[in-house]
């Protein structure tokens, strides 16, 4: 039987949780981010529905979080939301390492505060408590249902000890069932907390209790709810109805139906997703207005199929031999990878390799100091830990990652798209948690030896700040490109004219643009159709029924303006529900040759070719609005692939299809092909020096950025090296080295940087 202690030390929290804030809130992005962070903010602002499984508490939480904080942005205030919630990460772990510590008293305090900031500033857990995500929210949860699985046993000591509320042990448990159901909602990280608590119980126990079994039977029906699996739900009911006759039995009922009814009340969130997709908000993925669709959106059915045993580069639909150990070794590799970067990621590879076994060490002896000093709360977060870090690795079975494998798998397409740390920050934040309570235990120990010593105390203890101190530079989102996913958006946006169409290819390119246009309303006007979202049916009905939003010239930059163009008189879409059924998801084959018109274009499209579903509505599009609206490929999607390579023209960071014969010895195109391309020099030049927002990038280069800011930065250099080489093929050398040192510090690379220097040589 542990001591129970009074209260909860709210002071530890206080400590942890505001001090992680304040690095948190001094690192914060002041706007969107890439990937998910723009979908999520322009779901927020609409009350719309994301990716699956639809995040339905984060939309909600995020949408009245705003209403309530009128400081700043919007993107700043939900960014914001993603601090407190980290935050409140530490603070909960915070109080959970107090009731594990012994014994307890103020050395505790200022080891729990101590181990709790190691965590809390490891990377992955700081870079998801400095944007718009829903990991933080989901640590959160983790981090409040493992101090609350302590507090049930210090409430349950105190009743043994007649102290005690007979209840209050229930209330805890009730709480975290409830908290398992609201985590549904949000991302299904938190419950993988389930089998820690159910250890911890057990271990506590020592025998299956009715309150364990309650708990685990609720968890695996939330589980298999979150999944969407209705063998795993039946099998979970068939569980649960044998726990409340068993229940019932001992006279506990009443504690079973309630565990179900919060577990029901958390998990309802997912109502929020049937109603509103059903008022068709601008954001609304797989559009669940349907207990079947709602049952897909949950499922992931957007999403191909991947086991466990499937060997993950191959391609879907492809006979798969299964997952080999080359491929477990590469996945291990990447999770240790990742292990490497969480104590010192500014550090070159060698010194972060040294500090990461150096904490990997801090660990293991924490880890062992835990299991002797109170092994139940060890078996607590042993279990989260293996559940959240090699459980995931073999469950998630992920490709290659994106930075390494590629002696083995050469193509990109083998390898995830990019890093995929965020999944396994839990183990992280665990590992933390160890390494911390060991400095602590060592910080102590020379403390305590005398003041000879207390300076090696002192040291060991400023030890736990090295995660805070190296991983700063890295973590901080106030960088040169703070503001570069909106950047890009902007200048996406406005690389065509009024009314435009603008071919994307997928998150980073299209998520930006759906905040600017939904939360910051620019450009509303353009139509964004994401090539990677067109092959399936529910967006291609969105794009047939979305209405034409007016061309504010007002508010559009210098270049769109004067204009005074015509509302389009024609969706961008006639096709029938029938028909976007027919084509999504499956490759259309071309029986024969076939001649198309594509407005004033009449294109053959051969025989015995297949088209993907993507390439058969944009073929639609193009017959619907060519020569009525501007439709233009953006530079991220690569140069139209539809047979109309001689209409395409280049203007600033998009692909322009021309309706009209082009005259490619026109004063516009600057004397003819450039590798191959057209580029219309005067509105390239126009976008680039007048219209386009470049950040500091500019001027502080980009080669130091992470991978999707780099190849953002690279797609917004590409036009400036065109206009370098157009002017130095015409001889104006000012003009080519004026693009060209853009071009440089957007796009760097050994060979621009040669070109430069020969330029510059050449021109003294």
């Known amino acids: 039987m542990t001591t129970p202690t009074a209260a909860p030390r709210w002071r530890v929290a206080g400590a942890a949780g505001i001090t992680a804030l304040l690095g948190y809130v001094l690192t914060l992005a002041p706007t969107v981010t890439f990937w998910d962070s723009g979908e999520l903010l322009a779901a927020a602002k609409g009350l719309g529905i994301p990716h699956p499984p639809g995040s339905p508490l984060f939309v909600l939480v995020a949408h009245v979080w705003v209403a309530l904080l009128p400081l700043g942005t919007f993107a700043w205030r939900v960014n914001l939301l993603a601090a407190v919630a980290g935050a409140l990460t530490v603070a909960f772990f915070a109080l959970a390492l107090y009731e594990t510590i012994r014994p307890q008293g103020p050395e505790a305090e200022f080891g729990a505060v101590l181990t709790a900031l190691v965590a809390g500033f490891t990377l992955t857990h700081w870079q998801n408590s400095n944007e718009t995500e829903v ?262 079975n992920f490709k290659p990652g994106f930075s390494q494998g590629y002696g083995r798998y050469p193509d990109p397409l083998d390898h995830e798209v990019r890093e995929r740390d965020y999944f396994y920050v839990v183990s992280f934040l665990v590992w933390g948690c160890w390494a911390g309570l060991q400095l602590t235990r060592l910080a102590v120990h020379w403390w305590s030896r005398g003041s000879r010593w207390r300076l090696l105390g002192g040291v060991v203890a400023a030890c736990a700040l090295l995660p805070l101190a190296l991983n700063w530079p890295v973590a901080d989102r106030r960088g040169p490109d703070q503001a570069l996913a909106r950047d890009v958006a902007w200048d996406l946006l406005n690389s065509v004219g009024p009314y435009g169409v603008l071919v994307t290819y997928g998150d ?119 020569g009525r609206r501007p439709v233009a490929w953006s530079v991220t999607a690569g140069r139209e692939s539809l047979g109309l390579e001689d209409h395409v023209v280049l203007q600033g960071m998009a692909w322009r299809v021309e309706p009209d014969p082009i005259d490619s010895t026109a004063a516009r195109f600057g004397g003819g092909r450039m590798a191959g391309a057209l580029v219309d020099v005067p509105l390239t030049d126009s976008l680039l020096w007048g219209t386009y927002r470049y950040g500091a990038v500019v001027s502080s280069g980009a080669a130091d950025l992470e991978p999707a800011a780099r190849g953002m930065a690279a797609d917004l250099g590409l036009p400036f090296t065109y206009l370098a080489s157009i002017a130095q093929r015409q001889g104006d050398v000012a003009t080519a080295l004026r693009n060209l040192r853009v071009a440089v510090k957007l796009a760097p690379s050994e060979q621009l940087d040669g070109i430069l220097r020969s330029i510059e040589s050449g021109g003294r």
Do not use: K
């Open 508 to 626: 980073n390119d299209t998520f930006p643009l759906w905040y600017l246009q939904e939360v910051e309303g620019v450009r509303q006007d353009v139509t964004v159709v994401c090539l990677a979202l067109a092959n399936t049916d529910w967006y291609v009905r969105e794009l047939r029924d979305a209405p034409i939003r007016p061309f504010d010239e007002a508010a559009a930059p210098a270049v769109w303006r004067g204009r005074h163009p015509t509302p389009p008189d024609r969706p961008l879409l006639t096709m029938t529900d029938a028909e976007i059924d027919g084509i999504a998801g499956r490759l259309i084959p071309v029986a024969q040759t076939d001649t198309l018109t594509l407005g004033p274009i009449r294109q053959v499209i051969p025989g015995g070719i297949t088209l993907a579903p993507n390439q058969f509505v944009l073929l639609r599009i193009l017959q619907q609005v060519l």
């Open 135 to 396: 990991y933080a929210v989901a640590t959160a949860m983790i981090g409040a249902i493992i101090w609350l699985t302590l507090r049930w046993r210090v409430a349950r000591d105190a009743d043994a000890a007649g102290s005690g509320s007979r209840s209050l042990p229930a209330r805890y448990l009730l709480l975290i069932l409830y908290l398992f159901g609201l985590a549904v909602g949000d991302h299904l990280l938190t419950l993988l907390a389930g089998p820690a608590v159910i250890a911890f119980l057990y271990a506590e126990e020592r025998r299956i209790s009715i309150e364990l079994g309650v708990v685990a039977v609720v968890w695996a029906a939330l589980v298999a709810t979150g999944l969407g699996s209705g063998l795993l739900l039946a099998v979970a009911g068939l569980g649960l109805f044998a726990v409340c006759i068993l229940a019932a039995r001992a006279g506990r009922l009443e504690f079973a139906l309630l565990g179900v009814g919060v577990a029901i009340i958390g998990v309802s969130t997912y109502l929020f997703l049937l109603i509103r997709a059903g008022q068709h908000p601008v954001i609304n993925e797989m559009q669940p207005d349907s207990w079947a669709r709602l049952v897909e959106v949950i499922r992931r059915g957007q999403y191909p199929i991947r086991t466990p045993l499937d060997d993950p580069t191959m391609v879907h639909g492809v006979t798969n031999p299964g997952r080999s150990l080359g491929i477990i070794g590469l996945q291990l590799a990447n999770y240790a990878e990742y292990f490497s970067w969480q104590w010192g990621a500014a550090l070159p590879d060698v010194a972060r390799g040294i500090l990461a076994t150096a904490f990997a060490s801090l660990g293991f002896f924490g880890s062992r100091a835990q299991w002797r000093s109170d092994r139940s709360a060890w078996w607590l977060f042993f279990v989260l830990w293996l559940v959240t870090g090699l459980g995931l690795v073999a469950y998630l």
